[in-house]
C-alpha cells in the first residue's frame, strides 16, 4: 500500500465504480451485442472459438488430447469447451501442462511468425522451466480449490515464469476453475489488455466525477495506460473479479434472456468482443 494517499483514492474509485456498476449505455451496448450473437452463433461461451494451424506447434508438449492432430495440414479451430476438457484432464492426472499448451493455442491462435508466437514462447521460455511451472501450477490450482482466485494469481505472479504473464495466466485459473467442482469462488476469469483498458476508461469516468483522479493518472496506476500494465496486482485481480460479478447479476436483471446465474465469463467475453469499450 501507498503512504501518500494514492491508494485511498484508488480505493475510493473502485467503491463508486462497484456502486454504479455497468452505466446505461453500457448495458444497451451490451444487450445489442447478446441479441446479434444470440441470432447470429448462439449465446454458449463454451463455443467462442479461435483458429490455429496445428503444424506450427509441432515439438510442444505435452500435446492436449482435445486439440487436432499436429500432423494435420492447414487450419483447426478451438473452442473455450475444448480448453475446458484439457483442464479437465488435467485435474485428472495432476499434470497442468496440457493445460498450459491448451492455453496457448486457445489465446494465441495463428497469429505471430515461428519466431515470436505462441509455440516458440512455451518451446523457449515458459516450458523450459518445467520444475517451477509444476510447482507453481499446482500451488496455484490448490489456492484455488481452498481459498479464492485472487491468492492463486498471486501464486502464479510471484513464481515469475518468463512469458507467462497475467493474460495467459488468468487464462490457465479461468479454465481450470472451469474444471474443478465446487471452488469457493468467485468465478476466476481471464483478465488482459482489453478487459484492463475497458475498466480502466471506466475508473477514469468514475475519477474525474468524483474529483480525486482529473487526470487519469490513479486510473492508469492501477489498472495501466491504455490497459498495458506488466503485471497486475492481486489486489487489482480481486476488484476486477468482484466488479465483474456484481455487473453480471445487473445484466440478468437488466438483459432479456441473460442468463440468471449470471456467470461472469459472459460478459468478459462481451468486454473482449468489444461490446461496450468504457
Not at 78 to 83: D, I, K, M
Not at 198 to 218: I, K
Not at 262 to 270: K, T
Request: glycine share 10%.
Amino acid at each position: 500500500m501507498m503512504g501518500d494517499g494514492r491508494q485511498s483514492r484508488i480505493d475510493a474509485v473502485d467503491a463508486e465504480m462497484r456502486r454504479r456498476l455497468l452505466p446505461d449505455a453500457a448495458v444497451e451496448a451490451i444487450d445489442e451485442w447478446w441479441h446479434r450473437r444470440k441470432h447470429a452463433d448462439g449465446n454458449s461461451v463454451a463455443g467462442h472459438t479461435n483458429i490455429y494451424r496445428p503444424d506450427r506447434w509441432v515439438g510442444v508438449a505435452p500435446w492436449p488430447a482435445s486439440l487436432a492432430d499436429r500432423g494435420s495440414p492447414g487450419e483447426a479451430s478451438v473452442t473455450r469447451e475444448q480448453v475446458v476438457e484439457s483442464a479437465r484432464t488435467a485435474a485428472g492426472s495432476g499434470r497442468w501442462q496440457e493445460l498450459v499448451v491448451a492455453c496457448y493455442v486457445w489465446g494465441w491462435g495463428k497469429r505471430g511468425t515461428r519466431a515470436g508466437s505462441g509455440p516458440t514462447l512455451l518451446r523457449e521460455h515458459v516450458l523450459p522451466s518445467a520444475a517451477r511451472l509444476d510447482k507453481a501450477l499446482a500451488d496455484a490450482v490448490r489456492a484455488l480449490r481452498e481459498s479464492r482466485p485472487e491468492q492463486a494469481y498471486q501464486v502464479l505472479d510471484q513464481a515469475r515464469i518468463t512469458q507467462f504473464g497475467p493474460s495467459f495466466f488468468t487464462k490457465f485459473l479461468y479454465f481450470a476453475d472451469c474444471a474443478l467442482p465446487g471452488t469457493p469462488g468467485p468465478d476466476a476469469l481471464i483478465l488482459d489488455t482489453t478487459l484492463a483498458r475497458t475498466l480502466g476508461r471506466q475508473a477514469r469516468a468514475v475519477g474525474a466525477e468524483l474529483g480525486v483522479d482529473p487526470n487519469g493518472g490513479l486510473a492508469d496506476h492501477a489498472w495501466g495506460k491504455d490497459g498495458r500494465r506488466r503485471r497486475w496486482s492481486s489486489h487489482r485481480y480481486c476488484v476486477y473479479l468482484t466488479w465483474m460479478a456484481a455487473a453480471s447479476r445487473q445484466l440478468a436483471d437488466a438483459v432479456a434472456g441473460w442468463p440468471e446465474d449470471g456467470r461472469p465469463d459472459l460478459l468478459e467475453l462481451a468486454l473482449f468482443q468489444g461490446a461496450w469499450q468504457g
